[in-house]
C-alpha cells in the first residue's frame, strides 16, 4: 500500500465581481491532479510559477480546502478535518516553506520554535524536550548557543535549516518541501538539500519536494512530476523525464536549466533556441480548446505522458497489439 494517494484533486477559486459580487469566473489552480507517494521515496513537483505547486501541496497538507478528489491517508481521506485530528495527520505530515523569515514567528526564540511540534503532539519533560532540540541542532549543524537566539540573528541558509529541524522534530512520515531552497545562494543550496538527504536516511522520510527548476531536484528526487495550468502534463522517473522527455512543456523546462559549464554555454543557447521554435511551432496541439493539458497516458510501467489525441491513440494501439501477442 501507498503512503500516500492522491486522486483526481481539484481545488477551484471563485473570482468574484461587479456591482453584486457574483462569481463570475474561477480559477483551476489544481484541476485533477493524481498521484501516488511511496514511503521513504523522493518526489519532486515541478512547474514555472502559478502552475497550481503551492496550491496542491497546501491541499495535501489541509492547508487548503479542496473542492473536489481525495488524499488517502492510512485508509482515511484526510481532506476531511476530522480525519485529520483523528489521524493526528499533522504530525505525520510537516511542511518547509520557501520563505524562513516569514514563517519562523520572529518574537519566538529558535528553542521554542524547534520546541512547538513537540509540544503540541508529544509531551517530554523539560529536560527531554532540550535534549531533543540540541540534537536537532546537532543533525542540521547548528551550535547549541542558537537555542538562545532569534530568527533575524541568523543567514537565509541558517534558518532554512532551521526550518528542516523543526519539520523533522516528530519524526514525520512525509515532508512537504516548498521551494525550500530557491531563495539562497547556489553553495548553500546545496547545503541545505545535502542536511535534508542525511536526514531522510536516518529518519526513512519521504519527500515531496516542489521547484520551479529542473536542475534542482535533479539530485534530489527519483520521480517527478512537471505540472502546467493546474494538470500534471508528465510524469515518470529521474530517467523518464531527463532522458526521454516528451511533452513540450517538459522540454523546455529542461532546456532553460542553467548551463555551469562554460565549454559548453553556446552549444546550449543553440539548443534551447531550438527548442523554443519547437515550442511556438507545436504548443496549441498539447493543449485542448480551453487551453487545458490533455489526460495524462502511460507509455511505459513508470512514464505518463499528457499527449495530444492522435499521438494517445498511437500509444494505446500499441499497448492493445502487445497485450493481444501475450
Ligand atoms: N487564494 C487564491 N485565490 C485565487 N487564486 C489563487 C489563490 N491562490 C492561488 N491562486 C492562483 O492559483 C494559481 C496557482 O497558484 P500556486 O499554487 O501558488 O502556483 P505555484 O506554487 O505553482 O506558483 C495561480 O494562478 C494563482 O494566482
Ligand atoms: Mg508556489
Known sequence: MSLMEIKDLKVHY???GGFWNRVVDTVKAVDGVTFNLEAGETYGLV???GSGKSTTAKAIIGLEKATSGTVTYKGKDVT????RRELDYNHDVQMIFQDSLSSLNPRKRIEDIIAEPLRNFEHLSKNNEKLRVLQLLDIVGLD???LYKYPHQFSGGQRQRIGVARAVATHPRLIIADEPV????????AQVLNF????Q????????SISHDLGVVRHMCNHIAIMNKGRIVEMGTREDIYQHPMHIYTKRLLAAIPETNVNHREEHRQHRLQIEKIYQEQQQTYY???GMAFPLVKISATHSVALPPEQATQYQNQANREEVSI
Open 14 to 16: 471563485p473570482i468574484r
Open 47 to 49: 512547474g514555472e510559477s
Open 80 to 83: 476531511k478535518a476530522q480525519n
Open 144 to 146: 547549541p548557543d542558537a
Open 182 to 189: 530557491s531563495a539562497l545562494d547556489l553553495s548553500v543550496q
Open 196 to 199: 535534508m538527504k542525511k536526514i
Open 201 to 208: 536516511r536516518e529518519f526513512d522520510i519521504s519527500y515531496l
Open 288 to 290: 485542448d480548446q480551453e
